[in-house]
Structures are given as C-alpha cells and as structure tokens.
C-alpha cells in the first residue's frame, strides 16, 4: 500500500533523483534508513520505474527545442517507426490517437538545422512543428 510519505518521497524523487537519503528523511520526518526502505520497496513494486538523466541540450550545441507533431502518410507507419529511431535529434518520441501519429520532442542547433530536419521528415508524412519556449516545472512542493 503506498502512503502519503510514499507520495511525498516520489514528489521529492522526481524533482531531484539524487537527492540523498538523509535529506529525504527530513523532507518527510522519517529516519533515512525508513527512507532507503520505502524507495527500494517502490522499486521492486515497480512505482519507480527508472532513474534518468536530464541533459542541457543548449550547452551541447543545441539552441532550439521543438514539439513536432507528424502525421504519417497512409501505409508509411511501420517505416515510420523503424526509421525514427535512426535520428539522434529525437529526444522523445509517443505514438499518439488523433488526427497525428506521433509527437516528437526534438534538439536541434539552429533554424537551418530545424528546416533540414523538417525536410527530412516529409518522407514519412506531414509534420507540425511547435518552438519550445520555456519549460516549467510542474512537480509542487
């Protein structure tokens, strides 16, 4: 049974991973080893699922950021899928319902990089493209 402490320590987890145990066990008023305890359970219970990392893509040389919403021509989807795979510029790919296959989230370098990329999407069908202008944090305290 997951729990209010639960709740909270998976808040806390998904502001900071690395956060350390005995930090955590004041955030929630439980000793650290309680905490260690809880997270491993939360773990096996399969809850967490993994751990990630969040890179800076702007100090990689990526200054722009874009949603790309692709509507993939009738009969190409399979291809699609297989082939999306191939480019490192997808950060993060769903296939979606709706009038569009798939939403893409996507690092680029600049504006002649975003048009080359959406270029290259066109074979697989009609893509939409958003510019990322910020991102918030959503996860409350």
């Known amino acids: 049974m997951i729990d209010k402490a639960d709740l909270k320590l ?10 350390s145990y005995a930090d955590l066990s004041k955030k929630v008023s439980l000793s650290a080893s309680s905490v260690r305890e809880r997270i491993n359970k939360l773990e096996d219970m399969g809850v967490i699922k993994s751990y990630s990392l969040e890179v800076n893509q702007a100090l990689l040389g990526n200054s722009l950021e874009v949603f790309i919403l692709l509507k993939v021509f009738t009969g190409k989807l399979q291809f699609a899928i297989k082939e999306l795979n191939k480019y490192p510029e997808i950060l993060k790919a769903h296939r ?11 690092a680029l370098r600049n504006q002649l990089h975003l048009q080359q990329f959406i270029d290259e999407l066109t074979k697989f069908g009609e893509p939409t493209t958003h510019l990322i202008l910020s991102e918030q944090n959503c996860v409350s305290d």
Request: net charge positive; no cysteine.
């Open 10 to 19: 998976i808040e806390l987890l998904k502001v900071n991973s690395k956060t």
């Open 96 to 106: 979606i319902t709706g009038p569009h296959n798939f939403h893409l989230r996507v």
